[in-house]
């Protein structure tokens, strides 16, 4: 089934974007799709964005014991923060309008990150992801990177290819992908890591590697911190995401840290 619904969307996707995709299966567990950034606003060159897909991200990730933790509200409020405001709150009561996107995007290749040359975030973090990518080296830790910005309407993309993977449950979708305007990716400040030590893959086989670990002990020195956290899906609305971070800053991670807060709590209470 799962087979004939990804052919489907396969050749919606071809239907969409012409000749420029290559789709690559490896041992029927992970479907990695190259395509074309749907065109964008802000800086017309950006790279190929690669999707890597497992379907052990939702057939072996616990859910949560509270029914429906993934669904969204019916009164959906626009982001009370600015999207240019570290400390945003972006979930799923609260959206981004569609027009935000920062206006400092950056490169990685310059922070030694692995794959960094295809991937975006703002230039507000680029010193410190450097930094964090050097001492977690200097640790015997690879980091690379397989996300981090995407527009609005890559969001409506992204989305939109886990619903039709999971059959056109949007509940489903919903658990692992984030609505436009509702992901942090949005922001430029959210990046997804991943490792050799998993062939640089992103899903549910990054949780147990070394460099999980690093991450989980030493990001915060850095400003970044993990959104969705284990034990917590019914408060994020997301299923634990090992390899999800984001940036707020030094000095506030390092508040949130020891306030005790997962970054959802946290933003609240300032937001
Ligand atoms: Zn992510």
């Not at 420029?20 to 299966?25: D, F, G, M, T, V």
């Not at 991937?119 to 980091?143: E, M």
């Amino acid at each position: 089934m799962k087979e004939i619904l990804t052919t489907i969307f396969t050749t919606i996707l071809v239907f969409f974007t012409g000749n420029n995709q290559e789709i690559e299966y490896k041992q029927d567990e992970y479907i990695v799709v190259k395509q074309n950034e749907v065109k964008e606003e802000i800086i017309e060159d950006i790279k190929p964005e690669r999707t890597y897909i497992s379907t052990n991200t939702v057939l072996s990730t616990p859910l949560s014991s509270t029914s429906n933790y993934w669904s969204y509200p019916s009164d959906i409020k626009e982001t009370t923060r600015n999207g240019n405001d570290l400390l945003v709150l972006v979930n799923k009561s609260y959206k981004l309008p569609s027009t935000y996107a920062p206006s400092d995007l950056t490169n990685l290749s310059s922070t030694g990150i692995i794959n960094g040359s295809n991937y975006y975030l703002r230039s507000i973090l680029i010193n410190d992801l450097k930094s964090l990518v050097t001492d977690a080296k200097a640790d015997g830790i690879s980091l690379s990177v397989v996300s981090a910005y995407r527009s609005y309407s890559t969001q409506v993309s992204t989305y939109n290819y886990w619903v039709q993977y999971n059959g056109g449950s949007v509940d489903a979708a919903d658990k692992i992908s984030a609505r436009a305007g509702h992901s942090q990716h949005q922001l430029g400040t959210a990046i997804d890591f991943s490792s050799p030590e998993v062939n640089n893959q992103l899903g549910v086989l990054f949780n147990n590697t070394k460099a999980s670990a690093w991450l989980k002990e030493n990001s915060y020195k850095y400003g970044f911190v993990i959104s969705f956290p284990l034990g917590y899906e019914s408060t994020t609305g997301f299923n634990y995401e090992s390899w999800h971070y984001r940036y707020i800053g030094k000095a506030n991670a390092l508040e949130m840290k020891n306030s005790g807060m997962i970054l959802e709590i946290y933003l609240r209470s300032k937001n």
